[in-house]
């Protein structure tokens, strides 16, 4: 082979390293030949899908020869229901992630820059340098973002500016009044992506809805995802809100059939499955206690979190850990790529997961690590 495939790849993609997923349970069973493994490394849903998911998609399976509907129809409309948004101001993704590069695409090239906080979510800088645009990152201030700092990193090159609310992997979050400063000081030919991943988890007075933004700031995109709390990470499925011009740019560049018919029909189903959603909230939150106590009582600290998530600072390379609760069974997060090589992010699971992440730590090869 005498050409050299990397180098000839965009300047943008040689200078990025792939996203790092959390690491499956069939691998580490494969590797360590051991069983009964915990995953709480992906900020899955611990509850498992909702049944109705499971009853839309067998309905679907005589459709399995079809494309699906290109315009997601049935999930527009019952999200417009759901949301008191528009039809037309939502954008379907492969995940929110594929919204995010599509708002890339459509926003970014070379020349100009993207703008988010430091330690926010790895797949900002991927989707800004794929498209060869310049990632810019702003300083984090107590892990969370810094949105005067962040005001201040605007140039004239600034195209599309992520902010996640709450931010993965710190947990951290943003109130109203700090975002209304904030979006005041953007240009309105500079996109806001509010990206609210975790938005259903969040129960603090003074967290900012999206949605009640949009209508007063016309360059607000707000994304929000059925892969937490409505427990479908592997179907796929999110979605902007956003007003119909930007909706309009989005869907030039979607692909026609990013979301597939059984991930459609699955998210209509759970969409109003409010037992669901309130058991997933309920489990979080007791979970959240049940794992944040157990640290305190081990004198570990951690960064508060409203997410399903925590982020754990042992205060050194936090990777022989990572390493030694894997060989008990209990898969982490990792999360140096975000430039937290001290911390570990756990996901809240059910509480008997939970008490094997806390007993894992006690075991006397993880603590003679702490
Ligand atoms: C999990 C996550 C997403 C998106 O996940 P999808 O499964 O692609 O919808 C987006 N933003 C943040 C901050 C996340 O943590």
């Known amino acids: 082979m005498s050409c050299d495939f990397v180098s000839i790849a965009t300047e943008g993609v040689q200078g990025l390293t792939p996203y790092q997923p959390g690491k499956p ?35 679907q399976i005589s459709e399995l020869t079809r494309y699906p509907d290109g315009n997601g129809f049935i999930l527009k409309q019952a999200l417009s229901q759901h949301l008191g948004v528009n039809l037309d101001a939502i954008v379907l993704g492969n995940g929110s992630n594929d919204v995010l590069n599509l708002i890339a695409r459509a926003y970014l090239a070379p020349g100009y820059e993207s703008l988010f906080s430091a330690h926010a979510f790895a797949v900002y800088p991927i989707a800004t340098q794929a498209v060869g645009a310049k990632a810019v990152v702003a300083p984090a201030k107590n892990w969370g973002h ?12 600034t195209k599309v500016i992520f902010l ?6 710190t947990g951290t979050w943003f109130t109203r009044a700090d975002f209304e400063t904030f979006i005041k000081k953007v240009p309105e030919n500079v996109i806001v992506v509010l990206d609210e991943a975790y938005f259903e988890y969040v129960d603090e007075p003074e967290y900012p809805n999206g ?5 007063q700031y016309p360059n607000l995109i707000v994304s929000r995802t059925f892969s937490k709390a409505y427990g479908l990470a592997s179907l796929r499925v999110g979605y902007s809100i956003s007003n119909p011009q930007i909706a309009d740019v ?10 597939d018919s059984f991930a459609l029909a699955a998210a209509v189903a759970v969409l109003d499955d409010k037992e669901y959603l309130q058991k997933s909230i ?3 939150r007791e979970g959240m206690e049940q794992v944040t106590q157990g640290l305190e009582n081990m004198g570990l600290s951690y960064i508060p979190s ?3 998530f925590v982020s754990v600072d042992f205060g050194k390379d936090a990777m022989p850990i990572y390493e030694a609760l894997l060989r008990e069974g209990v898969i982490v997060r990792p999360v140096g790529p975000y430039k937290m090589p001290t911390f570990l992010r756990i996901s809240i699971g059910l509480p008997e997961e939970n008490a094997r992440f806390l007993g894992a730590l006690q075991s006397s090869a993880v603590k003679a690590l702490l």
């Open 146 to 157: 810094d949105l005067e700092a962040m005001a201040s990193a605007i140039t004239d090159k």
């Open 282 to 284: 309920v489990i979080n």
């Open 164 to 169: 996640a609310n709450p931010n993965n992997p």
């Open 250 to 259: 989005l869907n030039r560049v979607r692909s026609p059939f990013n979301v």
């Open 211 to 215: 949605l009640d933004y949009l209508s």
């Open 306 to 308: 409203v997410g399903n």
């Open 25 to 59: 349970v069939e691998e580490l069973e494969r590797e360590l030949g051991i069983q009964n493994i915990v995953k709480l490394a992906s900020n899955e849903n611990p509850l498992g899908a909702s049944p109705r998911a499971a009853e839309a998609i067998q309905a």
